[in-house]
């Protein structure tokens, strides 16, 4: 129960990064059409895999089942770490300058 718990709760904070990093990237014009799109395939996700993991489990037994699919969230992590690091690259290199000459100083 002790592992179940700290994996709803990883789970539970990864989608709030998640989402907050969306929320970031996504310009102001789109942002509730996309967070709808993430909370749809979340749901769609969620159920999917709840309907595949039992005749999974049933098949070829839980202990490979559950290794699956932690091999599948490594995996997953690793795609979603490399993205973010790219999107976060690609937004420094399009992002223009905010500050402007004839902006005045005010930290003075």
């Known amino acids: 129960m002790a ?9 539970g904070a990864c989608a709030i ?5 969306l ?7 789109i942002r509730g059409r996309v967070m709808v799109l993430v909370f749809g395939l979340s749901s769609a996700f969620q ?3 709840s309907l595949a993991v039992a005749p999974l489990a049933a098949s070829i037994g839980m202990p490979d089942t559950t290794r699956l699919l932690a091999g599948l969230a490594v ?3 690793i ?17 223009p300058d ?8 005010l930290t003075h």
């Open 79 to 95: 795609v979603w770490a490399i993205g973010v690091t790219r999107t976060g690259k690609a937004r420094k290199i399009v992002e």
């Open 17 to 21: 990064l998640a989402l907050n990093g």
């Open 75 to 77: 995996v997953y992590a």
């Open 3 to 11: 592992a179940a718990l700290i994996g709803h709760i990883g789970v």
């Open 47 to 49: 159920g999917v895999s």
């Open 98 to 105: 905010t500050i402007h000459e004839d902006t005045p100083d």
């Open 23 to 29: 929320q970031l990237a996504t310009p102001d014009h």
